[in-house]
């Protein structure tokens, strides 16, 4: 217990003092704080833009072109005034930056469209459009002699109705359940591979030599693993922290609808499923990389060492996203009971629809199971590794030793 202390407390205080990461954990707290304070900001430019649009819908007028005088009788009162007599002047206008978008109407429900660069979010063309197929709408309906408000009054009849949701909601659950695998795809990938680095950089040092005369193999990987497991702990707490700072003082400028995707989704059942899924996945991935970088010699292999990891975890990540589109489909059921991708699956799954006890707890002892098997094997591994020095180990070599 006392070596495991003194590797534990060796790497958590390397970790604390390192420069790398005190910046990017005030970098990532910032960006969080800013993230929560949107809302706000977008508030107190709303007031102004309001006022804009308010001013621009009153004097809403297009830059149009009639074809005929009978079209500008008709349209105009809705439409405006003819800006330019021609097309070929309405463009010139446009080259000549006097106006940014124009329009040549043909007929009732026939125009073109001129601008010099052509936006995708053309709002004011649409509008346009709207417009003009209203008022050819109307005057088709006076040609028939029909009633256009009682027309619009039977197209727009509202239908009134609820919605009753016996088990859970899925687009509540939407914005934890994509801060989560976030947060978990950070924490892994950040600290797996600075797990792998510090395992290869011994090893390249030969320090781990000198390490594993005084000290187990055993107590090494595991205080290795609980420094790191704890350091990102501390981070994405502290990240967390700010985060939720954020969001209350800046509370009042959610959306409504906003704040009960976020406050309506979280209940304490939930929250402990995150949380034993979350750490054990973690714990999981950490020991994987540990015994990967045991596998080579030089701090410049790691990279190659851990690709193969590194594919499967973004694998979990793409399923994880998928969990979030169709939490009920056949694959993510699949998914939630394999351990390297359960930890994400199960939990959105839990949160997104209603899941079986029995297989959240089926899920669990499978994630357990193979933290251990893996954390057995990562040891084996890094033994193994310690006593072999040059070129990458491959895995055959390692399952050769098993037979020996």
């Known amino acids: 217990m006392k070596q495991f202390k003194n590797v534990f407390n060796f790497e958590i205080k390397g970790m604390l003092r390192s420069k790398n990461m005190i910046i990017t954990t005030i970098i990532m707290a910032v960006i969080l704080f800013i993230l929560t304070s949107i809302p706000s900001m977008i508030g107190l430019f709303s007031g102004d833009e309001t006022t804009e649009e308010a001013t621009s819908v009153a004097s809403e007028t297009y830059t149009v072109v009639y074809d005929t005088d009978q079209l500008e009788e008709t349209l105009a009162p809705v439409l405006g005034e003819e800006a330019y007599p021609s097309q070929e002047e309405l463009q010139e206008a446009i080259l000549n930056e006097e106006v940014e978008l124009g329009f040549v109407i043909h007929d009732y429900s026939a125009y073109t469209a001129v601008t010099y660069d052509n936006s995708l979010d053309s709002f004011e063309q649409m509008m346009f459009e709207e417009e003009l197929a209203l008022a050819n709408q109307q005057r088709l309906f006076e040609e028939e002699g029909i009633d256009s408000d009682k027309v619009y009054e039977i197209m727009n009849a509202s239908i009134t109705s609820e919605m009753i949701t016996l088990g859970r909601d899925a687009g509540s659950g939407f914005v934890i359940a994509f801060a989560v695998i976030f947060i978990m795809y950070m924490l892994i990938l950040l600290y797996g591979t ?211």
């Open 194 to 404: 600075n797990v792998a680095t510090s395992v290869a950089r011994e090893k390249d040092s030969r320090t781990m030599e000198l390490l594993i005369t005084s000290t187990k193999p055993k107590i090494l990987i595991l205080g290795k693993v609980a420094a790191a497991g704890l350091m990102g702990v501390l981070q994405i707490t502290t990240l967390i922290l700010v985060a939720l700072v954020g969001f209350l003082l800046n509370k009042g400028s959610y959306p409504s609808i906003l704040l009960e995707m976020i406050q309506g989704s979280m209940t304490l059942d939930t929250l402990l499923v995150y949380i034993i899924f979350s750490v054990l996945g973690y714990i999981l991935y950490l020991f994987i990389y540990a015994s990967l970088g045991s596998l080579v010699s030089k701090v410049e292999d790691v990279s190659s060492a851990v690709a193969p990891i590194t594919f499967l975890f973004v694998f979990a990540y793409l399923a994880a996203t998928l969990a979030m589109q169709m939490p009920d489909s056949m694959a993510i059921k699949v998914t939630s009971f394999i351990p390297f991708v359960s930890l994400f699956t199960m939990p959105i799954r839990y949160m997104l629809t209603t899941v079986p006890l029995v297989s959240v707890l089926v899920s669990g002892v499978i994630m357990v199971a193979t933290v251990i098997l893996f954390a057995a094997l990562s040891i084996y591994i890094y033994r193994f590794g310690s006593l072999n020095y040059g070129n990458k180990i491959k895995f055959k070599e390692i399952i050769k030793s098993f037979k020996n």
